[in-house]
């Protein structure tokens, strides 16, 4: 059998988005800008598509912005608006400890230019206070960074609560919201969100395409000079296949959202009961405020990337924040913000679902994974100083 | 990243896992940093080693240098056994990747552990400076 349960690095790509996609190359293959018909059709599929987007998380069409993914919308979004602030005074960013890198390393990047950042805690359960939002809000401060739900742990953060201190207080309020978008309900201006960053290869979109929900009035910096493309703020000939089959990505997500949770909650909720029978095995993140198809687990005395090579070798695939996958030799930083031990984190997997998953292959992960880790804990010297230390 | 054939064999069928109830040298080393550790349990006969196993936590690369280390040097005297570099344990996975490099280390500094203590326990002599590795210094 073939599982793949690693669909928060990347989801497959949908039937609807495939079909929107295909006459984008062969007959809608003008350029936008073009003023003939055939550039007209390809000017009306980009129009259409930032509408039903738009549509998906309660925005105006002309708030909605084209970028090349997550990554780039999170650079565009903080440094924009980081410099836009900096011309008032304003050199003070709070975001959490928890961000994925695209946040956090631009944040650093910030801070070498000589901004201020304070990066907030999420305690045991992965999620930040809106209390501590409050309390970090400076006369100074520039921006709040917050992202939606964590690509790792899969908690869900009080992006409401957030948005709404935030516009009391005047600042300005971004969320990275790529592991969210097609995943639950999102409306940007009930959230009173600012900016938002998403990507389509997280719902079955392509890869290479996102955006950045940018509210009327917030005057960015262009990110690319050029063209009159994205109104003239990202410059470049639009990849119109990506955006159409991303925007036809979310509309099938979002309508069939409400079933989709509930089938994942429940896929979720049996992997999750089959882990805890294993020994010393932990769940990470509030277990109620998480993403309906993240698992994140922890297997003491076990490495990481041995599991999840293990779990290659039965057709299963999934990921780690163990320190051995990461390339840094430290564990996830996620992992480690939520106060896990090195040894602990070390020994994490992370399954992440989509609705393609059935039961039957939730059934034939938990009967893989318990003979892996007990291999693995055969021969692991660190379960071998685990067991005696239970026994004393 | 990827991982040559050689090592993804030796990672999923690892050769000599377990331990040696009645070693006569034991070695456990550690990397501080990425957390893992290796231990090899040694059988030894006149200055041969007839027998080895070894007990890992740690990545693929570590469990597979893990293992190819203790095929070279089963059945090998201890001078030859000494000798083992990392590189050499490398070439035979037919390389690593650049991040992996580390994880070979442990396999040549468990061996020369595991011979340390035999000495040790034999009151056998020998050059303190052979044995003198420093566990960080791959990093
Ligand atoms: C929370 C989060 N932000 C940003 C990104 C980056 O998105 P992209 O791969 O589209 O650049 C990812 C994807 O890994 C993510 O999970
Ligand atoms: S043992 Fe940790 S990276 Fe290889």
């Known amino acids: 059998m073939k599982v793949y349960a690693d669909n928060a690095a990347t989801t497959k790509i949908s039937k609807k988005a495939l079909q929107a996609m295909m006459p984008c190359f062969e007959t809608i293959y003008g350029n936008p800008s073009s003023l003939h018909s055939v550039g007209q059709d390809a000017f009306h599929a980009v129009r259409d598509a930032r509408i039903t987007i738009a549509e998906c998380i309660n925005a105006d069409p002309d708030d909605v912005y084209f970028s090349s993914g997550g990554s780039e919308s999170d650079n565009w979004a903080i440094k924009g608006a980081a410099h836009l602030m900096a011309k008032k005074g304003k050199k003070h960013i709070i975001s959490s400890k928890f961000e994925h890198h695209a946040v956090l390393h631009t944040l650093n990047a910030l801070e070498k230019e000589g901004f201020e950042i304070t990066l907030l805690d999420v305690y045991e359960n992965g999620i930040v206070k809106p209390e501590d939002v409050k309390n970090a809000i400076r006369e100074d401060t520039a921006l709040v960074t917050i992202m939606y739900a964590n690509n790792e742990i899969g908690t869900i953060q009080p992006i409401g609560e957030i948005g709404a201190i935030c516009r009391e207080k005047g600042v300005l309020f971004h969320t990275d ?7 639950i309900p999102i409306d940007v201006q009930a959230d009173n969100i600012d900016m938002m960053s998403f990507s389509g290869h997280k719902f079955h979109g392509p890869k290479g395409i996102g955006g950045l929900y940018c509210k009327k009035g917030i005057r960015l910096p262009n990110l690319i000079e050029g063209g009159a493309q994205e109104k003239n703020r990202r410059a470049g000939t639009e990849n119109v296949p990506a955006i159409v089959g991303m925007a036809a990505a979310l509309k099938d997500a979002c309508d ?16 999750i009961e089959g882990i805890l029978k294993i020994d010393l095995s932990r769940i990470n993140g509030d277990r109620e405020h998480r993403l309906p198809g993240n698992v994140s687990a922890c297997f003491e005395g076990v490495e990481g990337e041995s599991l999840l090579l293990y779990l290659d070798l039965m057709g299963i695939s999934a990921s780690s924040g163990s320190a051995c996958t990461s390339g840094s030799l430290d564990p996830s930083h996620v992992l480690l913000s939520i106060g896990l031990v090195h040894e ?38 660190l379960w071998e100083k685990i067991q005696k230390e239970r026994t004393k | 990243m990827e991982y040559s054939e050689k090592v993804m064999e030796h990672f999923t069928n690892p050769h000599n896992v377990g331990k040696l109830d009645d070693a006569d040298g034991v070695g456990e080393v550690g990397n501080a940093k990425c957390g893992d550790i290796m231990k090899m349990y040694l059988k030894i006969e006149n200055g041969i080693i007839t027998d080895v196993k070894f007990n890992t936590y740690g990545c693929a690369s570590a469990i597979a240098t893990s293992s190819i280390a203790t095929d070279m040097i089963k ?7 000494l000798k083992l570099t990392n590189k050499a344990v490398v070439e ?5 990747p650049a991040v992996k490099i580390h994880c070979s280390v442990l396999a040549e500094q468990a061996i020369k552990a595991a011979v340390k203590d035999y000495y040790d326990k034999n009151g056998i002599e020998y050059d303190e400076a052979e044995f003198h590795f420093n566990e960080e210094h791959h990093h």
């Not at chain 1, 919201?177 to 995943?183: D, E, I, L, R, T």
């Not at chain 1, 069939?256 to 992997?271: D, G, H, P, S, Y």
């Not at chain 1, 039961?359 to 055969?378: A, N, Q, T, V």
């Not at chain 2, 035979?92 to 690593?96: I, S």
């Open chain 1, 177 to 183: 919201a790529v592991q969210a978008v097609g995943h």
């Open chain 1, 256 to 271: 069939n959202m409400e079933e989709n949770t509930k089938k994942l909650i429940a896929m979720r909720e049996q992997l």
């Open chain 1, 344 to 381: 602990v984190a070390h020994g994490s997997l992370r399954l992440s679902l989509c609705e393609d998953n059935t039961p039957e292959e939730m059934e034939y992960i938990l009967e893989k994974l318990p003979p892996i880790i007990d291999r693995l804990r055969d021969m692991s010297p």
């Open chain 2, 75 to 81: 059945g090998q005297p201890i001078s030859e056994a």
């Open chain 2, 92 to 96: 035979a996975l037919d390389g690593l």
